[in-house]
Each structure stands twice: as structure tokens, then as C-alpha cells.
């Protein structure tokens, strides 16, 4: 899979690349050649730094590159370059600011408005310096300084339709930058009449939460004539320009169908769940705080990269330091799958991370390194990167439905408060989302706090609904072969004995005479 941010050139000649894999990606190629675009949206959403990896692009390809700064000084450019680790050798840079044009013009005596003057001049300028350089791409910051001279959208629409047929009758790929909201508000905003004109149009935006990183995301409006994909895209700007993080979508053509099983490595589990989990599928491994759900995933990653297999464990809420030393402590020796490359943890900030990027991450683990088993430490902590509610479950659909259809083991890892609800968003339902659903609880008996499970949900074949002990200690992670029948509502949260003559029974030992225990 290509980086999101790494440049590409390699693409049909009617298209240019945009220096971006994930924008590409979602264009489809890049943009339309021998046409005009519009990237538009508001001051620091990035659009100098997607118009310069443009460029650079062209450069490195060979090809002859322009940029007219009419908001921008030279200095200005190279210090953005610098902070990107990029030399603008290869790029002409013209600056044509209007103080020079006003300087130019001050001496001269006319009827006419100066703006009128200094449009005419402007356009003038920049029409020479195209036919002087002959470049294969051009970017223009900013479109907003034309619409500011016109006076009007008539004049405003007039002057961007001789400007794209002077760049298209020169072969020019143009790229031209916009304020959104526009700068002015003629007769309409100058960035909407531009939209008509322009064979491509991407919306860039950016937003501040209550707490963390600022996130920005983008939108390609149209591409006449060309297949894109829709919707918003996550995107970041880190050194070395902009990662775009294509927005996930359904796989056209063969979709995993085998379901092979994969087991825990501890027997009285394994037969619990009718023989294992399938790959293609997903599992909900649902509890309180404390009950062993991160156990119990780390436990299937083991016995999965132990079997030859790989897997990609991405932690929200604890550190990859501890999660390796609760495994040791429970008998689960994750370093050796570690070293060899079968197994790898990603430690992610909910502040930091958004759901594109988290969902290209996974990609990423699936794609290159062939993972077949992903561990989501905890859903809860994944819930806590989005901005809006109302797109949990719409969102962590579209993952795990990806996940699904490349055969890969989806075991996702809930903090439960009530029955069905995550965390601190009661109104969320997580259920459908899976296939698979395991509940870990808590109870009290004879004075200690003890551990059950039980496979609520399977929907590939028949499995046990009985409720069995989970032991946890340093000997390893076991599995009781005899169901808890001393209790009734155990799941509840609020277990009553069925016999209250009858003490408490462990089935302990039943777990330690079973054949297969987790012990690395």
C-alpha cells in the first residue's frame, strides 16, 4: 500500500498527479490535465502546501512548474518549503503583489476605476509570465485577489473564463487557491462562480476540539467527467507535506469466503465457542473494567502469531509497555512473536488520532504486513477520537466490514457500563456490529471478586451458552469445563445463588485438569 503523503508519478497520461497517494487515490489518479481546478477553503487548512507538493511533483517528473503568488511573498514560500524539508529548485516562483501594481500604475492618468487598471494589469502580467515560462502546471495564489478587482460576478465570471482559455490553449494543468469563506461577497461568493468553471473542485477544512490536535479533513466536490470518491477524507499536515487518508470503501470483486477458525489455545474456550473464532469475522469481547478482556484478546493474538499467523494490536488506552507486562504476568510471553515481526502494538492518542488516519493505520497492517488477526483496544477509547455521535456505528460499520471481506479476525475490546452501551455513550448499540460476542463479568462469592464469561452471540455455527469461571493469576488464563450453576443473573451484574443452603463450589479445578491453558 502507498504511503498516504509519499509522491507518485506513474499514472495515465490524462491525468497529473497530485504529489499526494491519498488524494490520488481518491481522485482516481489525479487531476484532469490541460484543465483548470479550485482548491478552496479557510487561511492554515493547508492549500499552499497541497499547490507546492503539486508542483513538486511536476518538477520531479520532469515537467516545466509554475507558481503566481498574488497573497504569498517568495520568502514566504521558501520558509513553508523549508519547514517541509523541500528546495523549491525546479519551481519558477513569480510574486506579483498589488503594491507593485499600484506602484506601477501611480503615475498614470486614466478615466477608468483603478481596480478596473490593476485587473487589467494583473491579468495582463500573469498572461506573460505563462507564455515566458510555458509550464506544464500552474498554481495561482490566491483566485480571491481577482474576485476583489472584478467589483462584480459578471466581471468576475468574464475574466476567469479568458484566464482558463489562455491556460487550456497552452496545455496548462492549473491549480488556483481560494479563501472559503470567499474573501468577498459580490453578487454571489467569487468561489461559487468559479465552481462551473473548474473541472475539479476540493473543499479543504479544519476544525479545533474542546481538547487535542486540530483536525482537518477534505472534500472533492466534482471532477467532470472522472469517478472520485465522495464524502469528507481525513487529513494531516506533518513535515513533509500533507497525508491524505482515503475514506475506507466496500472491495470490488472476490471476497473472503473460507472462514477458517482460529483457537485461543485453551480448549474448554475453544469448545465454548463451538471450535474457535473465524477469520472474516468480528468478536466483541464485552465487560466491565478489570474483568479480562484485554487478556482474553491477548491471548488469541499469542495462540494466532504463534500459529504462524500476523497480527496488528492497536491500543487506545493503555501503553504498549504495559500491556506487554500484564501478558508476561499471566503467563503470555508476547516479546518473541514481537522480535519476529508477527506480531506488532501501535499505541494511539484519542487527542491526537483521527478515525481516517486510525482507519488507514489498519489498513496498512492488513495490506503490508498481511495481518490476519486485529486486535481494537478498546472500542470505547476508538469512540473517544470521534467528533460526532450520530457516526459511531456508521463508521466502525464501514471498518469492520472492511476487515471482514479481507478475511482478518476482528477482535474488539468494549468497556461496558450497561448491558449493550459503550462507556460513557449509553446511547450507542454495539451489538450488530458483530459477529461474535463475548461477556466477561465480575461477581462475589465466599468473599473474594471471581470472573465469568459466556458466548452470548455466534452467527457462524452453534455454540455453548453456559456460563463459565475465568481464572487469571501467574500460572496462565483458564477456562472452567463445568458451567457455574450456583448462580442465577451472573450476566446482570447482581448474582443470586440458586441454592442459598448450598455453598460456593469453584470449578478451579476442573480448569486446571483441562488439556489447554494459555500459558506461553
Known amino acids: 500500500m502507498i504511503p498516504p503523503g509519499d509522491r507518485t508519478t506513474s499514472l495515465g497520461e490524462g491525468q497529473a498527479n497530485s504529489g499526494i497517494a491519498g488524494l490520488d487515490a481518491i481522485l482516481h489518479g489525479g487531476f484532469p490535465r490541460e484543465e483548470m481546478h479550485l482548491v478552496q477553503g479557510a487561511s492554515g487548512t493547508g492549500k499552499t502546501t497541497l499547490a507546492l507538493q503539486f508542483l513538486l511533483s511536476g518538477a520531479e517528473a520532469g515537467e516545466s512548474v509554475l507558481y503566481i503568488t498574488l497573497a504569498q511573498t517568495r520568502r514566504g514560500l521558501e520558509a513553508i518549503a523549508r519547514s517541509h524539508g523541500w528546495s523549491l529548485e525546479g519551481v519558477t516562483v513569480h510574486d506579483l503583489s498589488l503594491d507593485d501594481l499600484a506602484e506601477h500604475l501611480r503615475a498614470d492618468q486614466t478615466v477608468l476605476r483603478t481596480a478596473d487598471v490593476e485587473l487589467g494589469e494583473l491579468t495582463r502580467h500573469v498572461r506573460e509570465v505563462i507564455e515566458k515560462t510555458q509550464p506544464r502546471r500552474v498554481a495561482l495564489d490566491s483566485i480571491g485577489v481577482i474576485g476583489l478587482l472584478a467589483g462584480s460576478s459578471a466581471r468576475y465570471h468574464r475574466e476567469v473564463v479568458v484566464l482558463r482559455q489562455f491556460l487550456v490553449a497552452r496545455r496548462c494543468t492549473a491549480l488556483f487557491l481560494g479563501e472559503w469563506p470567499a474573501e468577498t461577497e459580490l453578487e454571489g461568493a467569487p468561489n461559487s462562480e468559479f465552481h462551473s468553471l473548474a473541472s475539479c473542485v476540493i473543499h479543504m477544512e479544519h476544525t479545533a476540539p474542546d481538547y487535542g490536535e486540530v483536525r482537518r479533513r477534505l472534500r472533492v466536490i466534482k471532477v467532470r467527467g472522472v469517478p472520485?470518491?465522495?464524502?469528507y477524507?481525513?487529513?494531516?499536515?506533518?513535515?513533509?507535506?500533507?497525508?491524505?487518508?482515503?475514506?475506507?470503501?466496500?472491495?470490488?470483486?472476490?471476497?473472503?469466503?473460507?472462514?477458517?477458525r482460529i483457537q485461543s489455545g485453551i480448549a474448554s474456550l475453544d469448545r465454548l465457542l463451538g471450535g474457535g473464532l473465524e477469520q472474516g469475522t468480528a468478536c466483541l469481547l464485552i465487560g466491565p473494567s478489570g474483568a479480562g478482556k484485554s487478556t482474553l484478546a491477548a491471548v488469541y493474538a499469542y495462540a494466532a502469531a504463534q500459529g504462524g499467523g500476523a497480527v496488528a494490536i492497536f491500543l487506545f488506552e493503555e501503553r504498549s509497555e504495559t500491556f506487554k507486562a500484564r501478558a508476561i504476568g499471566v503467563g503470555i510471553d508476547l516479546l518473541p512473536q514481537l522480535d519476529s515481526g508477527r506480531l506488532t502494538i501501535e499505541q494511539l492518542n484519542p487527542a491526537d488520532i483521527t478515525p481516517g488516519e486510525f482507519a488507514h493505520r489498519v489498513r496498512t497492517a492488513v495490506?503490508?504486513?498481511?495481518?490476519?488477526?486485529?486486535?481494537?483496544?478498546?472500542?470505547?477509547?476508538?469512540?473517544n477520537t470521534m467528533g460526532d455521535v450520530s457516526l459511531l456505528s456508521v463508521q466502525m460499520h464501514e471498518l469492520l466490514n472492511f476487515l471482514s471481506v479481507r478475511g482478518v479476525l476482528t477482535l474488539v475490546v468494549v468497556t461496558q457500563e450497561g448491558f449493550m452501551s459503550v462507556g460513557s455513550v449509553p446511547t450507542v448499540d454495539v451489538s450488530y456490529l458483530s459477529?461474535?460476542?463475548?461477556?466477561?463479568r465480575l461477581f462475589e462469592a465466599d468473599g473474594c471478586?471471581?470472573?465469568?464469561?459466556?458466548?452470548?452471540?455466534?452467527?457462524s455455527g452453534e455454540h455453548d451458552t453456559t456460563i463459565r469461571e475465568l481464572f487469571i493469576d501467574a500460572e496462565g488464563v483458564r477456562v472452567g469445563d463445568a458451567p457455574l450453576r450456583q448462580f442465577r443473573s451472573i450476566l446482570s451484574g447482581v448474582p443470586e445463588p440458586t441454592d442459598p443452603a448450598e455453598g460456593w463450589r469453584s470449578t478451579e479445578g476442573l480448569a486446571r485438569s483441562d488439556e489447554g491453558s494459555s500459558r506461553g
Open 233 to 260: 477524507h481525513d487529513f494531516r499536515i506533518r513535515t513533509g507535506g500533507l497525508e491524505v487518508y482515503p475514506r475506507l470503501e466496500s472491495r470490488h470483486g472476490e471476497e473472503y469466503a473460507d472462514f477458517r
Open 367 to 383: 495490506e503490508d504486513r498481511k495481518a490476519n488477526v486485529v486486535v481494537i483496544d478498546s472500542l470505547t477509547g476508538y469512540f
Open 435 to 440: 459477529d461474535s460476542i463475548i461477556a466477561v
Open 449 to 459: 471478586i471471581r470472573r465469568c464469561l459466556a458466548a452470548i452471540k455466534k452467527r
Open 228 to 231: 472520485f470518491r465522495s464524502g
